[in-house]
């Protein structure tokens, strides 16, 4: 009888390891992107509400009478960021700057017969955009902001 004494894993048991912990790890990696991609998202929607809240600065600056009722106005970025109420955004897709001065993004101030204002975003950065409603290319409502609107572009 061939006693057999233990003296480490085999080969077989080493690979089987490996396998397991890389299983591990993938699983770990998809969760961590799955977070930053959301976290993307997020901070895009917020970019988005960011233009709205200098839009309504801009239209309480200038007490509402830049615009007669039933009527629209388009405020763009650029402009936006010339008046210093709105820095530049950083796209959180890519990480670059938008530039004012190319970039199309804008807030759309509607003035309705009641003299209330609504406000529809359209953000547009350099892979994604906020700029699809109801199908179709058009501002987003401001209550309809969400990251399930996020598109390519």
Do not use: W
């Not at 998202?41 to 809240?53: K, N, P, Q």
């Not at 009641?114 to 290319?137: H, M, N, P, S």
């Amino acid at each position: 009888m061939l006693i057999r004494m233990k003296r480490g894993m085999t080969l077989i048991e080493l690979l089987a390891v490996l396998v397991i912990v890389g299983i591990v790890a993938t699983i770990v990696a998809v969760a961590v992107l799955t977070v930053i991609e959301k976290a993307r998202e997020r901070s895009f929607v917020s970019d988005a509400y960011s233009l709205y809240e200098a839009a309504r600065l801009y239209v309480g600056a200038e007490k509402v009478e830049f615009l007669p009722a039933r009527s629209s106005a388009v405020l763009s970025y650029r402009e936006l960021v010339e008046h210093d109420l709105l820095e530049p955004i950083k796209d959180p897709f890519t990480g670059r700057m938008l530039a004012p001065e190319a970039n199309p993004s804008y807030v759309l101030v509607i003035k309705r017969g009641d003299g209330g204002i609504d406000y529809a975003v359209c953000l547009k950065g350099e892979t994604k955009q906020l700029c699809t409603y109801e199908g179709r290319e058009q501002p987003i409502p401001v209550e309809a902001l969400a990251t399930e609107a996020i598109r390519g572009r």
